[in-house]
Nanobody, 125 residues
Framework: QVQLVESGGGMVQSGESLRLSCVPSGLSLSAYSMGWFRRTPDKDRDFVAAIRLSGGSTYYADSVKGRFTISKDNAKNTGYLQMNNLKPEDTAVYFC??????????????????WGQGIQVTVSS
């Protein structure tokens, strides 16, 4: 059974940083693309960032570009989302996901098969 477990969330002040980690069991991240999504009042799974299996290309939502960095450490079988200069509007439940999305679905939740349970990130002003 595949499970993804997120960690590293919490409550911080505006301008601070957090690093989310995603550790899978029953799955090797080296064989999958990985994405991070967040639940907002407007959207259940709002795209944040992705790193594709093929070539390691990275993709970001415009709202986080330049502040967030997605990465994978295949040796540790762990994925990361480094979040810098956090803003109150980044407050959400964050989910990591693994899958083999076709290029056109890299930014879409339907492109990913496996999901974590989510972790809360709260940014106060």
């Amino acid at each position: 059974q595949v499970q993804l477990v997120e960690s590293g969330g919490g409550m911080v002040q505006s301008g601070e940083s957090l690093r989310l980690s995603c550790v899978p069991s029953g799955l090797s991240l080296s064989a999958y693309s990985m994405g991070w999504f967040r639940r907002t009042p407007d959207k259940d799974r709002d795209f944040v960032a992705a790193i594709r299996l093929s070539g390691g290309s990275t993709y970001y939502a415009d709202s986080v570009k330049g502040r967030f960095t997605i990465s994978k450490d295949n040796a540790k079988n762990t994925g990361y989302l480094q979040m810098n200069n956090l803003k109150p509007e980044d407050t959400a439940v964050y989910f990591c996901a693994a899958g083999v999305p076709i290029l056109s679905t890299t930014r879409e939740a339907r492109g990913y098969r496996y999901w974590g349970q989510g972790i809360q990130v709260t940014v106060s002003s």
